[in-house]
């Protein structure tokens, strides 16, 4: 190993970068998000039991709901909050879900009511008396 010259000292070895500094998400940013996307996940249900869609509907709108509220708390934080992107994105899941749905929803009544399947079933759920 040969020396260093003379008059050179070595530096320390570096730390390495300093990570930036990440704002804590609002409080439901992230559950907004996630039921969005589980609404938009379970909406082609909707098209082969019907149950998909009331499913879709509903955590679609807990979607929306949680996100304007983090979206609230994030602009009252005053810059202390995050996760304004995140509730953003639970606010357009969740409609898309819910908008979705509900079209999905009105076209099966349609067809229904259309094909004469919904009154037979309305018609067969209704005990008739029977003579004699």
């Given at each position: 190993?040969?020396?260093?010259?003379?008059?050179?000292?070595?530096?320390?070895?570096?730390?390495?970068?300093?990570?930036?500094?990440?704002?804590?998400?609002?409080?439901?940013?992230?559950?907004?998000?996630?039921?969005?996307?589980?609404?938009?996940?379970?909406?082609?249900l909707g098209c082969c039991c019907g149950v998909g869609s009331l499913a879709s509907v509903v955590l679609g709108i807990l979607a929306i709901v949680f996100g304007v509220s983090a979206r609230n708390r994030v602009r009252a934080s005053g810059g202390t909050l995050g996760g304004d992107g995140k509730a953003l994105a639970g606010i357009i899941t969740g409609g898309i879900a819910v908008g979705i749905a509900a079209i999905v929803f009105i076209l099966v009544l349609v067809v229904g009511i259309g094909s004469g399947a919904f009154l037979n079933a309305i018609n067969n759920a209704i005990q008739t008396p029977s003579p004699g």
């Open positions: 190993m040969v020396p260093p010259p003379p008059g050179f000292t070595p530096q320390p070895a570096g730390y390495g970068a300093v990570p930036p500094f990440v704002l804590p998400d609002a409080p439901g940013a992230m559950p907004s998000m996630i039921l969005g996307i589980i609404g938009l996940v379970v909406l082609p």
